[in-house]
């Protein structure tokens, strides 16, 4: 994983894992518009036009519309810094030792923070998050920041409770 031109820029196995929803979602709508049209008879016109299709087809814009959506979500957002940036790295450490976080990489101006939480296990393919990493760009007086769900801790679809909004919200008001 890698930040490029203000963007998170995933792996192969990364982004099978954040885009899960829709990859799931286009094969769904490929069952259902291929067994519509295939499974009935030879009549191309009313094949196009049965239910089967129209389930395949609005499924089929939907994980387009979750794709888009998701792969803005991977911009990171541009926040005015009003601190000194060793002021602003002074604070976020402490920030970070508060909350039982770890600096997982840090350089002159980019910092990934791991965070772990405990989201009580599910028994459904659906849970909570596990834990986030956060992506710090620090550049000519502005933070760039992104919190996504870490792809190591989080196997299952993830849902948001607003942590990854809550992690920004921490971070943000310390510059």
């Known amino acids: 994983m890698k930040v490029i031109e203000k963007k998170i820029n995933l792996d192969l196995k990364e982004k099978i894992s954040y885009f899960k929803l829709s990859i799931f979602l286009i094969a769904l709508s490929l069952i259902c518009i291929y067994n519509g049209t295939y499974s ?58 508060l909350n039982d976080w ?14 772990d939480r405990y989201s009580g296990g599910s028994k459904y393919f659906i849970s909570k998050s596990c834990g986030e990493l956060i992506y710090i760009v620090l550049e000519n007086k502005n933070l760039y920041l992104k919190s996504i769900f870490d792809f190591n801790k989080n196997y299952e679809f993830t849902v948001s409770t607003g942590e990854n909004k809550f992690n920004e919200t921490l971070i943000i008001n310390l510059a």
């Not at 089929?60 to 792969?71: K, P, Q, R």
Request: glycine residues 2%; without cysteine.
């Open 40 to 97: 009935l008879k030879i009549d191309a016109y009313d094949n196009l036009l049965n239910t089967s299709n129209k389930i395949g087809l609005f499924l089929f814009l939907l994980s387009i519309t979750f794709f888009i959506l998701n792969n803005n979500n991977l911009k990171l957002k541009r926040n005015k810094l009003t601190v000194e940036q060793k002021v602003f790295i002074d604070k976020l450490e402490k920030l970070v030792s």
């Open 102 to 115: 770890k600096i997982q990489f840090i350089s002159e101006n980019f910092i990934i923070i791991e965070t």
